[in-house]
Antibody
């Protein structure tokens, strides 16, 4: 069974940092692009960042560029999102998602994790 | 940046047809994906690349895309279809993934 399991969320003060992880299982992880999408409480979905299958192409939403860093370790079947200089408005559930097609860049998420919650508050 | 516009809500009686629009400039030239998100759950794709259904998604779900609007159609609506629905594209000019604001489907 294809599964994604996020971890690393928590309560952090403005300006703080967290490292989110997404552990994958049930598929050949190194073949697929991965993405991070967040959802503010009671609001819609917002794409945050994505990375291609080998990790040499990364993309960021304008609102997080320069503060967040996506990376992956294909030997560990894990994608990471380093979130720095956190703001109150970064408070959200962060989901990771696997791209539908192997190779290439992230275009559509066919499998999603259950999310990890980041709360930024003083 | 590219913008996708969805109606905030759609109400439909059981057995009827729900149509959810997703508007965007020349969206017909892009590939549109649709996600269903039930309360307390992660999103799940129900239509990808305009009209393809993942395995396990009923034929009652269909998609179309032309001009400046894409549509998700849910035929013979059931109570279990009550959820938020989001459209999504990849914008080539910005290399960004873009979501619509979401539509809450209420089954009366």
């Amino acid at each position: 069974e294809v599964q994604l399991l996020e971890s690393g969320g928590g309560l952090v003060q403005p300006g703080g940092s967290l490292r989110l992880s997404c552990a994958a299982s049930g598929f050949t992880f190194g073949r697929y692009a991965m993405g991070w999408v967040r959802q503010t409480p009671g609001k819609g979905l917002q794409w945050v960042s994505s990375i291609n299958n080998i990790g040499d192409n990364t993309y960021y939403a304008d609102s997080v560029k320069g503060r967040f860093t996506i990376s992956r370790d294909n030997s560990m079947n894990t994608v990471f999102l380093q979130v720095d200089s956190l703001r109150v408005e970064d408070t959200a559930v962060y989901y990771c998602a696997k791209d539908l097609h192997d190779y290439g860049d992230y275009r559509v998420g066919d499998v999603w994790g259950q999310g990890t919650t980041v709360t930024v508050s003083s | 940046s590219y913008v996708l516009t969805q109606p905030p809500s759609v109400s439909v009686a059981p057995g009827e047809t729900a149509r959810i629009a997703c508007g965007g400039n020349n969206i017909g030239s892009k590939s549109v994906h649709w996600y269903q998100q039930k309360a307390g759950q992660a999103p799940a794709v129900v239509i990808y690349y305009d009209r393809d259904r993942p395995s396990g998604i009923p034929q009652r779900f269909s998609g179309s895309n032309s001009g400046n609007s894409a549509t998700l159609t849910i035929s013979r609506v059931e109570a279990g279809d009550e959820a938020d629905y989001y459209c999504q594209v990849w914008d080539r000019s910005s290399d960004h993934v873009v979501f619509g604001g979401g539509t809450k489907v209420t089954v009366l």
